[in-house]
């Protein structure tokens, strides 16, 4: 059974740092690995989406990574600010299923 | 607007009550799903569906039912069996195996 672990559960910058979010998953035979971001209350915001045969997608200050052999992905986030202050979710889908094995998240805080 | 519309945002549920949450899409997507959040955890995948008129159990089925009749709609019930309904309902939607993942803004139920 895949397994999707995140880590750190929390962190807190300060504005205009850059940083990394760690996702990884024990089983490496995924189709594809998707990256949300959730406020408050609220519902998944998709962000980004690897598919297997990628290495790495961007949308303007982020940037996902996989590596699928280390069952690993990170989401770099350049030059913080407080508005991207959120919960940010990573979940991977199978080959074998349709459904997405989600991470616990990791809660960022960015201070002005 | 395309989407995926979640009814009601909250929603109350006193014991030995089975009470329906509604889910639409108007994004022509086969796939939808049914998510599980609670405080601290990642999302657990309830049902999910990959075309009309069928749908297969996910991780935390026990005391949930759905339905899939159509290709916009896929209502989620809680039952009376589920012990421990109050959580963070989430229903998501994509084309297929490959695609992104859309989700609603969710219905919080509280057992009262």
């Known amino acids: 059974k895949q397994e999707v672990t995140q880590i750190p559960a929390a962190l807190s910058v300060p504005e205009g740092e850059n940083l990394v979010l760690n996702c990884s998953f024990t089983d490496s035979a995924i189709y594809n690995l998707q990256w949300f971001r959730q406020d408050p209350g609220k519902g998944l915001t998709s962000l980004l989406l690897i598919q297997s045969s990628q290495r790495e997608q961007t949308s303007g200050r982020l940037n996902a990574s996989l590596d699928k052999s280390s069952g690993r992905s990170t989401l770099y986030i350049a030059a913080s600010q407080p508005g991207d202050s959120a919960t940010y979710l990573c979940?991977?889908?199978?080959?074998?299923?349709?459904?997405?094995?989600f991470g616990a998240g990791t809660r960022l805080t960015v201070k002005p | 607007d395309g989407g995926i519309t979640q009814s009601p945002k909250y929603l109350f549920r006193k014991e030995g009550q089975n009470v329906t949450l509604s889910c639409e899409q108007n994004?022509?997507?086969?796939?939808m799903y049914w998510y599980r959040q609670d405080p601290g955890q990642g999302l657990r995948l309830i049902y999910y569906s990959q075309i009309v008129n069928d749908f297969q159990k996910g991780d935390i089925a026990e005391g949930y039912s759905v339905s899939r009749e159509k290709k916009e709609s896929f209502p989620l019930t809680v039952t009376s069996a589920q012990k421990n309904p109050t959580a963070f309902y989430l229903c998501?939607?994509?084309?297929?195996?490959?695609?992104?993942?859309?989700f609603g803004q969710g219905t919080r139920l509280t057992v009262v």
């Open positions: 998501a939607s994509s084309t297929g195996r490959g695609t992104e993942a859309f």
């Open positions: 979940a991977v889908r199978t080959d074998n299923n349709n459904d997405m094995r």
């Open positions: 994004l022509n997507h086969d796939a």
